[in-house]
């Protein structure tokens, strides 16, 4: 069974630091990879979606990057502003013909001005 | 502006009662799904649909009910038999490749927050 884990589950960091967060899955036989942002008691927003084939994808200053065979992906953000303050999801999608995203529980972010 | 509409935003429901959770969509896609959210951990998935007339059980179906009459349109049922019910709902839809799972990222709508009263 697919298990997905974000470490930390919380981070608090000055403005204008770059971060990294993590994210690792059990099972390497996946479709795709998607990182997300919540506000709270808002939906998610689609940040970044990797396929199984690629290795990274870059918007703006965010960075994912997927190693399928260690069951990593890592977000990057750089020179973080407070309104980077949210959760980011990580969720991965099967390898079956189904479309399901297992999520990870979050990292919860916080930037001070 | 295409996108997920979600209804009501906030929902209270009383013990033993069922109540409907709307979710209708404007971007023709095919797949649509429900999830839900509890406090401080990631989303669960309860049902999902690739066409009309068609749905799936997910991980937590057990208390709740689906139908799919409309592409647009995929409403939840929470029934009386779910025991605990209090919890953040998210809707989604993404589109479905022929040949496998989407190769686009989902759509979220943004939740109703259900309350057991």
């Known amino acids: 069974k697919q298990e997905v884990t974000q470490i930390p589950a919380a981070l608090s960091v000055p403005e204008g630091e770059n971060l990294v967060l993590n994210c690792s899955f059990t099972?390497?036989?996946?479709?795709?990879l998607q990182w997300f942002r919540q506000d709270p008691g808002k939906g998610l927003t689609s940040l970044l979606l990797i396929q199984s084939s690629q290795r990274e994808q870059t918007s703006g200053r965010l960075n994912a990057s997927l190693d399928k065979s260690s069951g990593r992906s890592t977000l990057y953000i750089a020179a973080s502003q407070p309104g980077d303050s949210a959760t980011y999801l990580c969720?991965?999608?099967?390898?079956?013909?189904?479309?399901?995203?297992?999520f990870g529980q979050g990292t919860t972010l916080q930037v001070k001005p | 502006d295409g996108g997920i509409t979600q209804s009501p935003k906030y929902l209270f429901r009383k013990e033993g009662q069922n109540v409907t959770l709307s979710c209708e969509q404007n971007l023709n896609h095919d797949a649509m799904y429900w999830y839900r959210q509890d406090p401080g951990q990631g989303l669960r998935l309860i049902y999902y649909s690739q066409i009309v007339n068609d749905f799936q059980k997910g991980d937590i179906a057990e208390g709740y009910s689906v139908s799919r009459e409309k592409k647009e349109s995929f409403p939840l049922t929470v029934t009386s038999a779910q025991k605990n019910p209090t919890a953040f709902y998210l809707c989604a839809s993404s589109i479905l490749d022929a040949t496998g799972p989407p190769n686009y990222g989902y759509t979220f709508g943004s939740g109703t927050r259900l309350t057991v009263v």
């Open positions: 969720a991965v999608c099967g390898s079956g013909n189904t479309g399901k995203l297992i």
């Open positions: 099972d390497s036989a996946i479709y795709n």
